[in-house]
Each structure stands twice: as C-alpha cells, then as structure tokens.
C-alpha cells in the first residue's frame, strides 16, 4: 500500500469547494463526457459512465442534460462532430499543466486556452513539453467507514489494480486505465461504496507549494481553465501542504 497522495487529496478538496460555489453542476456533466468518450455510452458496459451517471442524478443534473452528454462523448450527437485536443504549458511558478479538451471548432479553442494560460500567469509550450512527467491511470475512489484495507487491496488486486492508497476521505485504488471499468464493478460487487471511477493523468515528480498566495494562484488558474465550455479535464503537478489546505479552507 503506498502513501497519502498529496495531488489526490488536493483534488478532493478542490471538489469540495467547487460544489459550494455550484460548479459541481458543470463538473458532473464533463465527467459523464469524458466516460462516454473513453469507454462508450452504454453505461451496463462502461462502469466508469455509470458511476458518473450516477453521481449525475444524486446532484439533480436533468435527464436531458445526462443524455446529451452521453451523446457527445459518444460521437453520436447529430451534425456536430468533437475532437479532442491536449495543451500543455506551464504555470505560475512554473508548474507543469496538462489541459483536456473537447471541442467542435479548433480554431477557436486554441487561442482561448492560449489566451487563458498567459492571463493565469503561465505560458502554453509546445507538444510534450510536460506530457513526459505524467503518466495515464485508472483510479477508482471507495468511501465509508471501517474499511480494512488489507482486504479491500485484496479484492482490487485480484481484479487487476496494481496499489492503494489512503486518505481522510477514503481510499484510492490505482489501476491500468484498461482495468478501471472491471476494477470498479469486482469493488462494488463485494460491497464497498464506489464514490468516482476515472482515468486521470498523475504527475511523476510535484513541485512544492510554499505560500498561501501561492497556493491561491494556483487554484484559481485550474478554476479558471476547468469554466472553459470546452475543456474537460486540468491537471498540473503543484503540491499544497496540508497545513496550507487547512488555511485555504
């Protein structure tokens, strides 16, 4: 079992704040592309979308709205057509960030995220400037109380997942992005509480936040990119100190 995931934990509490601002709304509608687009849009054979689907409705997101997001992620959404486009730059501080995104007009994505890098304090960089310091995972959240986390690493294992890790919010089960969807169903089969399924870009090494201004620069510039229509996921490789979190919150 590894240790506490810094990147992990930050993201969790970044949730958090987002649902209080109500742009959890926005998240649950992306979340649902981006498992449409990775596994399909039949959530009885993509776990990961059901999940999101799932988590969709507990946060009274409208039917309509879940279908069309399906329909997009899919490709299936009439006389519209996506692609997906990766940018990466840097940002204050120099951090590395990987921005996702999902648009029908390139034209008019790329010079909107080039524009937000540079009003975020960063720099968009050329192809695979920073994409060497991530590496693709599946991650599958469990939540609830009294879990034993021998037992737990035991189910996923034997479904495939390669490690654990734990926080206060629960456990993290690290997966092969190829594994997450079986990972997940043999987890809730055996009754845990799948709280998200994703695949999602961890950094190999962070950089250190020391300061709370810092700290706030750097959040509001994934807030800033996550409100772009277009962009469906944002990762970067800061890493905030718990007692740094506890300040911003």
């Known amino acids: 079992?590894?240790?506490?995931?810094?990147?992990?934990?930050?993201?969790?509490?970044?949730?958090a704040q987002d649902a209080k601002k109500g742009a959890a709304y926005q998240r649950l509608t992306k979340n649902i592309i981006a498992a449409a687009k990775a596994?399909?849009?039949?959530?009885?054979?993509?776990?990961?979308?059901?999940?999101?689907?799932?988590?969709?409705?507990?946060?009274?997101?409208p039917m309509d709205n879940i279908e069309r997001a399906v329909k997009r992620g899919s490709g299936s959404l009439e006389g519209v057509t996506y692609e997906d486009v990766t940018y990466e730059g840097y940002g204050p501080g120099g951090v590395a960030v990987m921005v996702e995104t999902s648009t029908d007009?390139?034209?008019?994505?790329?010079?909107?995220?080039?524009?937000?890098?540079?009003?975020?304090?960063?720099?968009?960089?050329?192809?695979?400037?920073?994409?060497?310091?991530?590496?693709?995972?599946?991650?599958?959240?469990?939540?609830?109380?009294?879990?034993?986390?021998?037992?737990?690493l035991s189910v996923a294992a034997e479904a495939g997942a390669g490690d654990l890790n734990e926080d206060e919010e629960g456990f993290e089960i690290i997966t092969d992005p190829s594994d997450l969807s079986a990972v997940a169903s043999a987890i809730r089969d055996a009754g845990y509480v799948v709280g998200n399924a994703e695949v999602s870009l961890e950094p190999k090494t962070t950089v250190q936040v020391r300061t709370k201004a810092e700290a706030e620069k750097l959040l509001s510039m994934i807030d800033r990119f996550e409100e772009h229509d277009d962009v469906q996921n944002v990762y970067s490789n800061f890493e905030i100190p718990d007692e740094i979190l506890a300040a911003l919150n």
Do not use: Y
Request: aromatic share 6%; charged share 25%.
């Open 1 to 15: 079992m590894s240790g506490h995931s810094k990147w992990a934990n930050i993201k969790h509490r970044k949730a």
């Open 39 to 61: 596994g399909g849009g039949d959530p009885s054979a993509n776990f990961q979308l059901k999940v999101a689907i799932d988590r969709a409705k507990e946060g009274n997101v």
């Open 105 to 152: 007009n390139r034209n008019r994505t790329a010079p909107e995220i080039r524009s937000l890098f540079s009003k975020t304090g960063g720099a968009i960089g050329e192809l695979g400037c920073v994409a060497w310091n991530f590496e693709r995972r599946g991650i599958v959240t469990v939540t609830g109380k009294g879990i034993d986390a021998d037992e737990l």
